[in-house]
């Protein structure tokens, strides 16, 4: 090991001096900084960060323009079978597979044509898992991606349920990720509308004279604002009935209206609003009379819902649960808030509140990653853009260390809170993936299915941008362990895994 490192000493004192003085170490605040606000440096970040400034650099992750990923990664995802067929032609299909399918004679082949049509869904649900890490490892937007990770364990969908998993690649990708850093109202609407949302939470059984108020509630207690915000039974029942008739056109049928209800009528792909189902009546929300009118009230009941200070509360609190502390201090929450109400609630203008303050700052380092951040970090550190052959081990990795995208089954989504994620399990899940990832035995680079042609390795960690972030921060009881490592690829796994490498 003590050759190795000279060997890297060797290398760094051969770099050009002006090379030299662009790799020299950022302070241990402005690693931590970078550290929170993307999923872990690698060395374009640390180059951006260097050449923009943190000013600039903040400004340019809140304001992405376009697609942040590398050519080879984005040929990838748009490969994946879920990703060529938009969600209404892709359910046509399914529903096609199922009418075939009701159709045949019961016996087993009968039986495995269920099989392989609930197989394809797994396949696309995982292949939306894979597209989701992919982006978190890879696109330059960083801040964007940590946001639609956010959005959508805020606004979670369970895979497993209904047709759901047919429908997660959409739901991501033209639901969250457009709005992930724009107007919360948008955002509220584009999950109303999303025939995920609309399958997991019932509302597509919602009607007039059968009401359903799951999606209702979610809607006020989990997405907007918060349990013990001031609302009440009743305003839940009102909202359910506002939302009657809001589901999905899985059948691909035209309705049969009357034609003074025709005006009402509104389909987008899969998204409906039946008039045939809605109640018309006028209903009283959080104090505010609500006539009756078809869509139009469900708009207004979100502009209503959404202008409540309780929301600008409730948002600006889940956002610095997760950016910031398990406990934020009350200051930041307010100033938060105050962002919130001033902006019409812009998500971009209160983020830029939140990582600008003081309170942010104070909370550097002293945040144990969640899953998602430790894999990600890892694989950002690990191979510094290199793409992948093959994602496989990245879903299963997820999976593994339990906080799959799409995998909550209850509505409220993947814990935040620290203690969640540090169990001696966790730990030793976590050192185990560090050895896959650190030792290249991984199948990352795979080739081909069989595993038979590797462009893989182990990879080496001792680079500039390894010595620019991370080196400085290493405590004395990881430089012993890391003294003590016989090879690289056990160096690799004693850094993975160190507690320093673990926060952020």
Excluded at 472 to 499: D, I, V, Y
Aim: glycine share 6%.
């Amino acid at each position: 090991m003590r050759s190795f490192l000279s060997a890297c000493l060797a290398t760094l004192l051969c770099l050009p001096a002006a090379a030299m003085a662009a790799d020299k170490p950022l302070s241990q605040e402005d690693v931590a900084w970078l550290d929170r606000v993307t999923f872990g440096a690698d060395s374009a970040t640390v180059a951006s960060y260097r050449d923009l400034g943190r000013r600039r650099f903040l400004q340019a992750q809140l304001h992405p323009k376009g697609d942040g990923l590398p050519q080879p990664i984005a040929t990838q995802i748009a490969g994946f079978d879920v990703m060529k067929t938009p969600a209404d032609t892709l359910l046509a299909q399914v529903r096609d597979q199922y009418r075939d399918i009701k159709d045949m004679p019961d016996g087993d082949a009968k039986q495995e044509a269920r099989k392989a049509l609930q197989k394809q869904g797994n396949q696309y649900a995982q292949q939306a898992q894979a597209a989701e890490l992919l982006r978190a490892v890879y696109d330059e937007n960083q801040l964007r991606e940590q946001m639609v990770w956010f959005w959508l364990n805020h606004f979670s969908v369970f895979q497993n349920k209904g047709r759901v998993r047919w429908l997660v690649a959409d739901y991501a990708q033209n639901t969250i990720r457009p709005h992930a850093l724009g107007k919360f109202r948008d955002l509220v609407m584009a999950t109303l509308k999303s025939p995920a949302m609309l399958e997991y939470l019932d509302n597509a059984q919602n009607a007039r004279d059968k009401i359903n108020e799951n999606y209702a509630r979610e809607l006020m207690e989990l997405h907007t604002l918060g349990v013990n915000s001031g609302y009440s039974q009743a305003d839940v029942q009102s909202l359910a009935r506002v939302l009657t008739g809001v589901g999905v056109n899985f059948d691909g049928q035209p309705r049969k209206l009357r034609p003074d209800m025709r005006q009402y009528y509104v389909q987008e792909g899969v998204f409906e609003f039946n008039p045939n189902r809605h109640d018309f009546s006028d209903q009283v929300l959080l104090g505010k009379t609500i006539k009756g009118g078809g869509f139009d009230e469900v708009e207004k009941a979100v502009d209503l819902i959404v202008s409540q200070p309780a929301c600008a509360t409730f948002v600006s609190t889940k956002l610095a649960k997760y950016f910031v502390s398990d406990n934020p201090p009350p200051s930041l929450i307010a100033a938060m808030a105050k962002t919130f109400r001033r902006s019409d609630g812009d998500i971009a203008e209160v983020m830029d509140t939140m990582l600008t303050s003081k309170e942010f700052i104070a909370s550097l380092g002293k945040r144990y990653k969640d899953p998602t951040q430790f894999l990600v970090s890892t694989m950002r550190l690990a191979y510094d853009g290199k793409p992948v052959e093959n994602p496989r081990p990245l879903v299963n990795w997820i999976n593994q260390l339990g906080q799959a995208p799409f995998g909550r089954i209850t509505p409220d989504g993947w814990p935040t809170v620290d203690s969640e994620w540090s169990s001696s399990g966790q730990i030793a899940k976590r050192f185990e993936i560090a050895r896959a990832i650190g030792s290249g035995a991984n199948h990352l680079f795979d080739l081909d299915e069989a595993g038979t042609r590797s462009i893989g390795g182990f990879p080496q960690l001792t680079t500039p941008t390894y010595y620019a972030t991370i080196e400085p921060t290493l405590g004395p009881k990881t430089r012993n362990a890391l003294s003590q490592a016989t090879s690289q690829q056990e160096w690799n796994t004693f850094l993975l895994s160190s507690p320093e490498f673990n926060y952020r």
